[in-house]
């Protein structure tokens, strides 16, 4: 099974960065290897949104609200994925969660076997 965990959440300031990270546990299971990765988040009372994804290639998609602001990025020797994120808004505050699956990068959440148990991000105007 793969374990994913997440880092680095904090509250800031309007305008502040944070860079949050997911360590697996593995990469592989069986003889598969985690394909995608993805950040989704989560505020309070609202659905889960898919943030960014990244495939074990790197080829990047982003949700049009972090598009320009947020990085996605992934060390694979490390089995580490990071989220850039810059120019911090209030409307970011959320509960962010890393995902994965074996296959190519779907949109929803259904899609991700694998999920971190999420870190906080606060940002106050």
């Known amino acids: 099974q793969v374990q994913l965990v997440e880092s680095g959440g904090d509250s800031v300031q309007a305008g502040g960065s944070l860079r949050l990270s997911c360590a697996a546990s593995?990469?592989?299971?069986?003889?598969?290897?985690?394909?995608?990765m993805a950040w989704f988040r989560q505020a309070p009372g609202k659905e889960r949104e898919g943030v960014a994804v990244i495939d074990r290639d790197g080829s990047t998609s982003y949700a049009d609200s972090v598009k320009g602001r947020f990085t996605i990025s992934r060390d694979n020797a490390k089995k580490t994925l990071y989220l850039q994120m810059n120019s911090l808004k209030p409307e970011d505050t959320s509960m962010y969660y890393c995902?994965?699956?074996?296959?190519?990068?779907?949109?929803?959440?259904?899609?991700?076997?694998?999920w971190g148990q999420g870190t906080q991000v606060t940002v106050s105007s």
């Open positions: 995902a994965a699956r074996l296959g190519a990068c779907k949109r929803s959440e259904d899609e991700y076997n694998y």
């Open positions: 593995v990469y592989t299971v069986s003889r598969y290897s985690i394909y995608c």
